[in-house]
């Protein structure tokens, strides 16, 4: 079955250190993945994807992603958060797999302490 | 550049009542995707739209349908409305998916808000 997991519900970390949010999948086929971040009361907005190439993505607001494929991981990075960048993030994979779709992950929160 | 808008913005229905949510995409944009977001269950992909054609649906029951009109807006039908369809409805569109499949961004809408009682 194709998936998308985010494995941990929440992340906490401290304004200035860096951040890990997390993502692995399961699709058949050329996985097409992406990042979406929800800030509170404000839509779903793209922050990055990895069709092709570079295996490390560079995205909106410092924000990048490494793709592993032998890990089949796409985690999302920052190398010094910010407060403002406390939001709900998903990872997602879009597959033609069977029909195209886009596949969520369960999103993942991620507080930033000032 | 207008972004994706959805209407109406709350909804608020009884068991076995319908209910329409519409959406319009961005301008240029042919695809539009529908999704449920029910809390603490993420997005669930329920439609794809292109060109005015059902390309693809999700896991849900027929009574879940929509369409797409010839300037690419979309509305979404929920017949016979059960409380456990109360969620956000997420419409998002993007630029042609075309047989390439899939390497554009969504675009989202701010979502309706809909409330079975």
């Known amino acids: 079955a194709q998936s998308v997991a985010q494995p941990e519900d929440q992340v906490n970390v401290a304004e200035g250190n860096p951040l890990t949010v997390k993502c692995t999948y399961s699709?058949?086929?050329?996985?097409?993945l992406f990042w979406y971040v929800q800030y509170p009361n404000r839509g779903l907005q793209f922050l990055l994807k990895y069709i092709t190439g570079d295996n490390l993505v560079k995205g909106s607001y410092g924000f990048e992603a490494e793709f592993n494929k032998s890990q089949t991981s796409f985690h999302l990075k920052k190398p010094s958060a910010l407060v403002s960048d406390s939001a709900l993030y998903f990872c997602a994979v879009s597959t033609n797999t069977g029909g195209f779709k886009t596949i969520f992950g369960a999103g993942t929160r991620l507080f930033v302490k000032a | 550049e207008a972004g994706v808008t959805q209407s109406p913005t709350h909804l608020i229905k009884t068991r076995g009542q319908q209910a329409t949510l519409r959406c319009s995409p961005i301008s240029g944009h042919t695809s539009v995707y529908w999704y449920q977001q029910a809390l603490g269950l993420g997005l669930q992909f329920l439609l794809w739209?292109?060109?005015?054609?059902?390309?693809n649906r999700g896991n849900f029951p027929p009574r879940f349908s929509g369409r797409q009109f010839p300037n690419y807006s979309s509305e979404l039908n929920v017949n016979a409305l059960e409380l456990e369809d109360s969620a956000l409805y997420l419409c998002?569109?993007?630029?042609?998916?075309?047989?390439?499949?899939?390497?554009?961004?969504?675009?989202f809408g701010p979502g309706t808000r809909l409330t079975v009682l």
């Open positions: 998002a569109s993007s630029l042609a998916t075309g047989s390439s499949g899939g390497y554009n961004e969504q675009f």
């Open positions: 739209y292109d060109e005015g054609e059902e390309r």
């Open positions: 699709v058949s086929g050329n996985p097409y």
